[in-house]
């Protein structure tokens, strides 16, 4: 995937989940705030087993195939 198909992949999802005003908000937390994205990513995920983050994988996988 090039930049552009990423970024509008990425906004179209944000949009579709939080709505046009909130993937707005989303976006401008992340250009203003001064994060780590590896430490965030890493706190979201750390009550989440491996196992269920494979298996929560393959599902994804499966309901959208490349």
Known sequence: MSTA???D???TCLIEKLGIVEAERFISVLIRE???Y???RRRYFEN???E???AAALS???EHPL
């Open 60 to 62: 994804y996988g499966k």
């Open 34 to 36: 001064k994060s780590d």
């Open 52 to 54: 269920d983050f494979h």
């Open 38 to 40: 590896t430490k965030w």
């Open 5 to 7: 198909e990423i970024m």
């Open 9 to 11: 992949a990425g906004m």
């Open 48 to 50: 989440v087993s491996s």
